[in-house]
């Protein structure tokens, strides 16, 4: 992150899901209505017109081939596994590195029930509370804002101080932001939740290959992915390999542990009119539920 700045790989995000609105409704493949709302002027030409959006959408695949496809087909992912969690019963959700999130703000099934915490580093909520007040006039009551740099503070001060229920069926939500911490920060964060967290909580996340970060994997598409973060001030710094993600998680107090390819998020949804839209081969989507305390 720049210092002073709110997180441009954040905007970046928000903006190819504002471009994934102008497509019609039945090709859309992750609807978020507010994300136009959160971009600055850099990004502003996305979700204007289509003829704009699709040079700049254009441009970005050049950049970091299969990154904005990769942002919508795991934003759709999360929403669906969100859904499930609700009807599960869920009672509380924390969003980490939540960005420009709009879930607490567009799915209604949470609006009033289910209390919402957006966890992110205090640069980025600080833009993101001021956007939120200005798209809807006030700040709404069931979302709390948690500022805390994870590479620096523990989630339990935050977390706790802004009234979080150890005891309460909880899911953790973290889109697109192990790639950017510490792994002590990673560490930090799953011991967290796996200590502090009523039974069936579960957490969905995505990660890059460790093989991306030092670039023994797909050469060239891991040196176009890294030199993009490095540009925008935020270089992807923690990693695990694919076949790791299941040990690394029961090692850390979690079960049921699924890992989502890129190449089954394809598969899922970019079929038909969305045929031929390719998703990054450099990470994977997982999800696990926290093992009951007596089998840790
Ligand atoms: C790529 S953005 C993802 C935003 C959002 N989750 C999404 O998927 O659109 C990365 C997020 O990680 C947050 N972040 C980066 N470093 C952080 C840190 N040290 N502590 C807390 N959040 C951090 C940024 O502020 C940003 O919101």
Not at 27 to 47: N, Q
Request: hydrophobic share 35%; with cysteine.
């Amino acid at each position: 992150m720049k210092e002073g700045k709110p997180s441009a790989t954040a905007e970046a995000n928000a903006a190819f899901r504002a471009a994934e609105l102008m497509r019609p409704e039945d090709e859309r493949v992750c609807h978020d209505p507010y994300a136009k709302d959160f971009l600055g002027t850099k990004f502003s030409i996305m979700g204007k017109s289509r003829l704009l959006t699709k040079i700049a959408l254009w441009y970005a695949e050049r950049v970091i081939p299969g990154g904005p496809n990769g942002v919508i087909a795991r934003t759709r992912y999360i929403d669906d596994y969100l859904e499930a969690c609700i009807d599960d019963g869920i009672a509380q959700l924390v969003i980490l590195g939540a960005g420009y999130d709009s879930r607490a703000y567009r799915v209604d099934r949470l609006k009033g029930k289910i209390k919402v915490f957006e966890v992110d580093h205090p640069y980025t909520q600080r833009a993101k509370v001021e956007k939120v007040r200005k798209i809807f006039g006030f700040l709404p009551d069931d979302v709390v804002y948690v500022p805390i740099d994870l590479d620096k503070r523990k989630l339990s001060e935050g977390l706790f101080e802004s009234g979080y229920d150890r005891n309460l069926k909880t899911l953790f939500i973290w889109e697109g932001t192990t790639q950017y911490l510490k792994a002590e920060a990673v560490d930090e964060t799953l011991a967290f939740i796996s200590n502090n967290s009523g039974e069936g909580s579960s957490i969905i996340f995505d990660y890059a290959f460790q093989s991306a970060l030092d670039g023994t994997l797909h050469h060239e598409e891991a040196k176009k992915w890294r030199a993009a973060f490095e540009r925008r001030g935020e270089p992807p710094t923690f990693g695990i390999e694919e076949e790791d993600i299941e040990e690394f998680l029961s090692s850390r107090g979690f079960f049921q542990v699924k890992n989502v390819t890129t190449e089954s998020l394809e598969g899922s949804y970019f079929s038909g009119a969305n045929q031929g839209r390719r998703v990054t081969r450099l990470g994977g989507i997982v999800h696990a539920t926290v093992k009951p305390q007596e089998q840790t």
